[in-house]
Nanobody, 124 residues
Framework: QVQLVESGGGLVQAGGSLRLSCAAS????????MGWFRQAPGKEREFVAA????????YYTDSVKGRFTISRDSAKNTMYLQMNSLKPEDTAVYYC?????????????????WGQGTQVTVSS
């Protein structure tokens, strides 16, 4: 079964750090771009960060630039999101996703396989 599984979420104080992981199984995703999205209660799912198939290109939404870092380990078929200097407004369920094609995308509609999500809660 092809699937993505997120882990690493939790409760952290403002200013703290977390590292999310997205493990892919069922097939290799090394030829596909991947991304992280998040959804806060009562809000739409929004783009956070994306990475190209090779890892050479990355893109971030403005609110996380300089604080979050997306990366991938092809040997482990795993993607990561290092989150530093966390703020209460980062509280959300975080989802990883993959899209067909090698180029990264900011558009949620271009991603066709999603994980189940992991909760990140930042207390003030």
């Amino acid at each position: 079964q092809v699937q993505l599984v997120e882990s690493g979420g939790g409760l952290v104080q403002a200013g703290g750090s977390l590292r999310l992981s997205c493990a892919a199984s069922g097939r290799t995703f090394n030829s596909y771009a991947m991304g992280w999205f998040r959804q806060a209660p009562g809000k739409e799912r929004e783009f956070v960060a994306a990475i190209s198939w090779s890892g050479s290109s990355t893109y971030y939404t403005d609110s996380v630039k300089g604080r979050f870092t997306i990366s991938r380990d092809s040997a482990k078929n795993t993607m990561y999101l290092q989150m530093n200097s966390l703020k209460p407004e980062d509280t959300a369920v975080y989802y990883c996703a993959t899209k067909k094609g090698r180029n990264l995308s900011l558009l949620r509609t271009e991603y066709d396989l999603w994980g189940q999500g992991t909760q990140v809660t930042v207390s003030s």
